[in-house]
């Protein structure tokens, strides 16, 4: 059993960095892939980010790419995601997700990600 604990978020002034973490309390994380997702109160839960440990393939959303970095030391815990040049625009709620044997693409569906965190609140400041 998966269970994943996301820390590292905060407030923090545009133009800024955050280093997300994502660990889980059972199972390793080497047989998934690991993708962050993000909310806004009365928006749909946005993927942004996605690793496939065992490949090292990363996938970015448009949105993130050239600004967000995913990290895994080969196969080790945590997860990273170095989020860099912040914007007001990427406050949100951040979740990281497993989901086990797929590898990642540019489409993150939901219901495929079979273990979530409890999300950790990342603010930008203008």
């Known amino acids: 059993q998966v269970q994943l604990v996301e820390s590292g978020g905060g407030l923090v002034q545009s133009g800024g960095s955050l280093r997300l973490s994502c660990t889980s309390s059972?199972?390793?994380?080497?047989?998934?892939?690991i993708a962050w997702f993000r909310q806004v109160p009365g928006k749909d839960r946005e993927g942004i980010s996605c690793i496939h440990i065992a490949s090292n393939h990363r996938n970015y959303a448009p949105s993130v790419k050239g600004r967000f970095t995913l990290s895994n030391d080969n196969g080790e815990e945590p997860v990273y995601l170095q989020m860099n040049n912040l914007k007001p625009e990427d406050t949100a709620v951040y979740y990281c997700a497993a989901r086990f044997g797929a590898y990642c693409s540019s489409v993150y569906p939901l219901r495929a990600y079979e273990h979530w965190g409890q999300g950790t609140q990342v603010t930008v400041s203008s």
């Open positions: 059972g199972d390793t994380l080497e047989h998934y892939s």
